[in-house]
């Protein structure tokens, strides 16, 4: 899993520039990057800043973040039959307001 990841796909899904968001989270710039990159993992307080900036509860970036390299090899098949659907209705709940 690759939370980092998924926090650049949920923060470019919802149109924020870096620098943008970093200051939304009131999180250096340096740090958001670090953190997208896989250099360091966000601590708990910057990962609620992030997730409230995101309007997502982290289950959601957890999910997002899942990569084939983390699914069992038994279940690979049914990763790639249901995770592409999965990945759609995450950034739909990121992007689209209700």
Same mark, same amino acid.
């Given at each position: 899993? /690759? *939370?980092?990841?998924? #926090?650049?796909?949920?923060? !470019?899904?919802?149109? $924020? ?12 710039? !340096? ?5 997208? /990159?896989? #250099?360091?993992?966000? /601590? @708990?307080? /910057? %990962? ?5 900036? %995101?309007?997502?509860?982290?289950? *959601? =970036? $957890? %999910? ?13 098949? %049914?990763?790639? =039959?249901?995770? @592409? ?7 739909? =709940? ?5």
């Amino acid at each position: 899993m /690759n *939370i980092g990841s998924a #926090i650049k796909k949920a923060r !470019t899904d919802k149109g $924020y520039s870096q620098g943008d968001f970093a200051e939304q989270c009131g999180i250096s710039q !340096t740090s958001i990057s670090q953190i997208e /990159n896989g #250099i360091k993992k966000p /601590n @708990p307080t /910057n %990962l609620k800043k992030i997730c409230k900036v %995101l309007e997502v509860p982290e289950t *959601i =970036l $957890y %999910l997002y973040g899942i990569e084939e390299s983390d699914i069992p090899k038994q279940k690979k098949k %049914l990763y790639k =039959l249901i995770y @592409p659907n999965i990945q759609d209705m995450i950034k739909k =709940l990121i992007v689209e307001k209700f």
